[in-house]
């Protein structure tokens, strides 16, 4: 069983950055593939960034191309999304996951099998 929780929501100002951070316990962090998903209100959960249990491998939503990184430290047990040029419609509650790795990173959220609790980011215009 793996656990995961996340740290580092918070509020921003549109142009600023932020730091998010999921912790995970369990000695099988390393062996999986992880990502961060977001929801905003009255939206589904949609997969913002991806990276293999490696990190030979990542996959971005085309909106956060060029402005968020995904980085993991397998040593740490730790994931994070190192978030910059924040705009308002990244407000959204963001969730890490991560899941048993299949051929290719997978996009959807029934393809991923432990979830953390959410962390809020609200980025104000």
């Known amino acids: 069983q793996v656990q995961l929780v996340e740290s580092g929501g918070g509020l921003v100002q549109a142009g600023g950055s932020l730091r998010l951070t999921c912790a995970a316990s369990?000695?099988?962090?390393?062996?999986?593939?992880m990502a961060w998903f977001r929801q905003a209100p009255g939206n589904e959960r949609a997969l913002v960034a991806a990276?293999?249990?490696?990190?030979?491998?990542?996959d971005y939503a085309d909106s956060v191309k060029g402005r968020f990184t995904i980085s993991r430290d397998n040593a740490k047990n730790t994931g994070n999304l190192q978030m910059s040029n924040l705009k308002p419609e990244d407000t959204a509650v963001y969730y890490c996951a991560a899941a048993w790795p299949k051929v290719g990173l997978p996009r959807t959220e029934a393809s991923y099998h432990y979830w953390g609790q959410g962390t809020r980011v609200t980025v104000s215009s």
């Open positions: 369990g000695r099988t962090f390393s062996r999986l593939d």
């Open positions: 990276i293999s249990r490696n990190s030979d491998r990542t």
